[in-house]
């Protein structure tokens, strides 16, 4: 793959994942600006606060939907036998979890990635993608917010791949994708640290 298809290749996997899926639903179920409403972000959380857990499911899906598409149709055709045989395949991930993030249609505003990662993610890393997931649920029912759970999944993909392969351009790509976790909840740790978090 040369330089230039690689370039305009990802360019079009951020503008997939710029597609705004909680804003459009939102929108669309209920006329409303979901910036202006709930937290103001567009991830299914909050879609769920606005419309209901029907559509917060739908969104989370399509959400998945836009990291492990890119990352699918990389695998299948440059005819990658592996995803650790080569380093493209983290592009076309990050590629969609910046577009998710920082939506050129929403002015670089957009969601805080964790659907859209572990849709990047699951193929890469399934192992550590199921226990992020299980770790998920446990903090969000044991201490009810959803936040604390994003931010400890974020966590753990890293952790179980480095323990499961060492170091390796999954375990550099599920770090990076957990600093962008962690920058997108810089306020919800804030609040989480004075205690006036909202409960999931």
Same mark, same amino acid.
């Given at each position: 793959? &040369?330089?230039?298809?690689?370039?305009?290749?990802?360019?079009?996997?951020?503008?997939?994942?710029?597609?705004?899926?909680?804003?459009?639903?939102?929108?669309?179920?209920?006329?409303?600006?979901?910036?202006?409403?709930?937290?103001?972000?567009?991830?299914?959380? &909050?879609?769920?606060? $606005?419309?209901?857990?029907?559509? *917060?499911?739908?969104?989370?899906?399509?959400?998945?939907?836009?990291?492990?598409? =890119?990352?699918? +149709?990389?695998?299948?055709?440059?005819?990658?036998?592996? =995803?650790?045989?080569?380093?493209?395949? #983290?592009?076309?991930? /990050?590629?969609? $979890? /910046?577009?998710?993030?920082? *939506? $050129?249609?929403?002015?670089?505003?957009?969601?805080?990635?964790? &659907?859209?990662? +572990?849709?990047?993610?699951? +193929?890469?890393? =399934?192992?550590?993608?199921?226990?992020?997931?299980?770790?998920?649920?446990?903090?969000?029912?044991?201490?009810?917010?959803?936040?604390?759970?994003?931010?400890?999944?974020?966590?753990?993909? =890293?952790?179980?791949? #480095?323990?499961?392969?060492?170091?390796? #351009?999954?375990? #550099?790509?599920?770090?990076?994708? /957990?600093? /962008?976790?962690? +920058?997108?909840?810089?306020?919800? $740790?804030?609040?989480?640290?004075?205690?006036?978090?909202?409960?999931?």
């Amino acid at each position: 793959m &040369n330089n230039v298809v690689l370039i305009v290749l990802l360019f079009f996997t951020y503008l997939w994942g710029s597609i705004p899926v909680g804003y459009l639903v939102v929108y669309r179920i209920a006329g409303k600006n979901i910036l202006e409403h709930g937290s103001g972000n567009i991830g299914s959380t &909050n879609v769920g606060r $606005i419309v209901g857990k029907k559509w *917060s499911l739908f969104t989370q899906l399509l959400d998945m939907l836009k990291g492990l598409l =890119p990352v699918a +149709l990389f695998l299948v055709f440059s005819g990658q036998q592996h =995803p650790r045989t080569g380093m493209y395949v #983290y592009l076309f991930g /990050l590629a969609a $979890i /910046l577009g998710h993030n920082f *939506s $050129i249609f929403l002015k670089f505003n957009g969601g805080k990635g964790v &659907n859209t990662t +572990l849709g990047a993610a699951v +193929l890469l890393a =399934p192992v550590a993608v199921f226990c992020a997931v299980a770790m998920f649920f446990v903090i969000k029912k044991v201490f009810k917010y959803v936040s604390l759970g994003s931010m400890m999944l974020g966590t753990i993909m =890293p952790v179980v791949e #480095y323990i499961q392969n060492g170091i390796s #351009y999954t375990f #550099y790509f599920l770090l990076l994708c /957990l600093f /962008l976790i962690l +920058l997108r909840h810089r306020n919800n $740790i804030r609040r989480l640290l004075n205690r006036s978090e909202n409960k999931a």
